[in-house]
């Protein structure tokens, strides 16, 4: 008998699960990091613009939301905070998933736990839960789908959103597959929104679209429990490849969201192996006579414009990041990515002496950077994002990029309240500027 993917994410949404001290560490520090680069987008435009139009809305307030001291209804709270920590691209990222999982299952499941006054530690194993469901969809739908123009943040994330919010509000297992079913309608996101404010406000309405069905299905609102399958059932219409044995395999008991990849550089995420290489390596200018960059050819349509006169632009350049690690300009850092920095003609120098090249013996989560020196040394290094590390050493750098995005004592107040429990509003009073 062929597996219903919504009745077997439905069960793993609804019962409950046995976590890993690895899986629970990952969870607080995804928190972490979305409360940071939410807290640091709130005074992008696409925030304020989300903020003004949500208030206007009205409804019984009682979530809050980056950048305002005032609440909003959990549906609302979720758009606006999804599009908010979505709006620097410096949230994680989970390349089985092909997406960033983070950015539309906390904000589900933060404002529905508000308003349910649930404990912290409901919040974060709903939010793992939700995001192990947005993953496993992510797989279920493959790479058809994205390539073919989907976003699949915003699509197999608001099944993840869903699942989060199902789970908060005490779905039963009957529910969460009518609920799975309804987001199978509901779900959405094109790639061609990419460098526009439609980019992060995909986040946005998979967040809300988890909290608005959820919260329809405790109403007792019924939909197609096998929506996602079948001959017009989201995977069919969707490009999906319909994957059971990837989806499926090892859930509840193998948890894939631990191999989520937390961004270090402000940047594009398909850079970020090539910079982790630099590190292993003296790449400082003026020593520095050649570089050469090899990655997977996916990348070079995506992360490789040549010549960036923008802040913007140098996000997308192999060149341009490599160049300014080289002249001593932190990645890390949201103001090392500016048109002044671009028109630095020793920046523009050695950036005309790199050199990128495709690579398909590399997976698309590696690169290997060569370097010639002038004293005519040659030094090269390889790196894999999907490389363990340590949880010590994931912790200390997440943390560390907190505490530059937001201040030291912001950072650690967070980490201190995710680490001691509390409830959902003591996180939540944390997202104000106040």
Known sequence: MTQNICAELAEFATNPVTTTETARLV????????????IAGASEPVA???????????GTASAHIFGSDLRLPPRA?????????HALDYDDTHFAHIGHPSVAVFPAALAVAQAQDHPIVDVLEAALVGMEVSIRVGLWLGRSHYQTGFHQTATAGAFGATAAAGRLLGLTQEQMT????LTATRAAGLKAQFGTMGKPYNAGLAAACGVEIAQLVTLGFQANPDAMQGEFGFGATHHGQEDLDAALGGLGQEWLFEQVSH????????????????????????????????????????????????????KFSYRTVLAMRALGHDTARLDSYSAEICALPRLQALRDRITVRADDTLSETQARLEV?????????ATHDLLAPKTLAEREGRVRDKAQALIGADHANAIWN?????????????MMSPS
């Open 372 to 380: 010639l020196r002038r004293d005519g040394v040659r030094q090269e």
């Open 263 to 314: 961004k270090f550089h402000a940047c594009c995420h398909g850079l970020h192996a090539a910079l982790e290489a630099a590190r292993d390596l003296d790449i400082a200018e003026p020593q520095t006579a050649e570089m050469t960059v090899h990655t997977h050819s996916r990348w070079l349509s995506v992360c490789n414009q040549p010549a960036p006169d923008t802040g913007l632009g140098a």
């Open 77 to 85: 709270a979720a758009v606006v905070n999804g599009t908010t920590s």
């Open 48 to 58: 304020a613009i989300l903020r003004q139009a949500e208030q206007a809305n009205g």
């Open 27 to 38: 969870t607080a520090l995804s928190a972490l990091d979305w409360m940071a680069v939410g």
């Open 417 to 429: 309240v995710l680490q001691g429990g509390g409830r959902a509003d003591d996180l939540g009073r």
């Open 178 to 181: 009518h609920a799975l079913g």
